[in-house]
């Protein structure tokens, strides 16, 4: 095993800054709510971070460096011809494929710090986790104060029409993934601590997503946030006190479907699902549209563009050199048209591969903590192919990869399946 003792100061400043940059976020909304531009802030922190991370990775496995980057190589193979070919902007797509090696390239680095030197990936990590948290728990007070941006947009048809607020942050759809994240790995880790700690911690991030008014934001915390009890209760129970929990679960569930949409009205959220099911049914509401937006650029595609073109992808600008909407926002779709078949195939080995990580992690040692990642790993899919923004998200890949490596530490650093 590789002595990381000569490295630790190093990994302790990059791990540093991993724990800044949803500040970094919050600030480069700040200026552009202030001043109208940001000057690149964000970006240039995360490029950064990914540079940094890339040399790290090259001293600790030298081996998955070089296939990353490969990887990344035989992604913009169809971009690329498209630059030759019609002289379309590669920019773009070159900025999206770093995202979509991100969550790789940091999940091998956690990994390979869990193996060398988990001690100090540990503790770094709560800093990690925590500094980051409380970025996310400003941002949305300030948020409930009316300052930063609302998180939709302007509509004529609703009688508020600024709905919810997302702070400082861009992307409602990007932090409500983040939400998920910080959700499944806080929570947990804080249980088995302090349990009134947690209860103040499960309802203020319930209040960040009820105030961001995404679907699957909401939803999702909700899950993750009952499941810790939930699994611990399970833990302490007889059989038949088990059948009884399943019975008081099932007609909870039934009490919330029922309330369901008296507690979307006090969000302000039911007027626009209304809007939207009475002009486009039930697809409208799960899809926003996405069904449609899909058809589209495949007609583009399929207009402008060879099959054997399409294989490989035609890249972001070929998309958006026919149509101002050239996102369908179903990762799985919009790789697949982007990037081609290599596009589709990384974006299943990524979801699937964490799946199977955590799913595996918690046979071998069941907790709660291994069961919160593997539902999130499980609901992040889910989010990707009816929703998107989880694999094109620039905030959400240094927490999946986070929450994921934890689960590789060492027996006595996770928490007990009680």
Known sequence: MQSLTGWRGADRLLLGLYSAYLLVDACNGFLLNELGRAFGLSALYKLTLMGLTFWRLTTLV??????????????????????LRYGLPLTEDIALVLKLLAPALCFAYFAALCRTDPDEFRRSSYWLLGLNLATVLLNFALG????????????????????????????????????????????PLLWQRQKGAFGLLAVALCGCASLLMTKSGLAGVLL????????????????????????????????VAVYLPALLAKLGLWQKLQ????????????????????????????????????LFGIGLAGVSNHSW???AESDAFDLFIFYGVPGALWASWLFFGFLLHSLVCHLKRPS????????????????????GHVLSSGMLWPLWALANAWLLLPAEETPDAA
């Open 144 to 187: 409930a104060f009316g300052f930063g941006y609302s998180s939709y947009l302007p509509q004529p048809h609703l009688a508020a029409q600024a709905l919810g607020s997302k702070g400082f942050f861009n992307a409602a759809n990007e932090v409500s993934v983040v939400l998920l994240a910080l959700t499944a790995l806080s929570l």
């Open 275 to 310: 809007y939207v099911y009475q002009n486009q049914g039930l697809a409208g509401v799960l899809l926003s549209s996405r069904d449609q937006y899909a058809l589209a650029i495949w007609q583009i595609s399929s207009d402008y563009y060879s099959a054997l073109h399409r």
């Open 368 to 387: 709660v903590l291994s069961a919160s990642v593997l539902l999130l790993n499980a609901l992040l899919l889910g989010i990707a192919v009816v929703a």
């Open 325 to 327: 909407k050239y996102w």
């Open 62 to 83: 030298p081996a998955l460096a070089s296939g990353l980057m490969l990887v990344g190589c035989v992604l913009l193979l169809g971009p690329g011809y498209s630059w």
């Open 224 to 255: 993750l946030a009952a499941l810790v009890p939930v699994w611990w209760l399970w833990s302490q129970l007889s059989q038949k006190q088990r059948a009884v929990l399943l019975a008081t679960v099932a007609l909870s569930v039934l009490l």
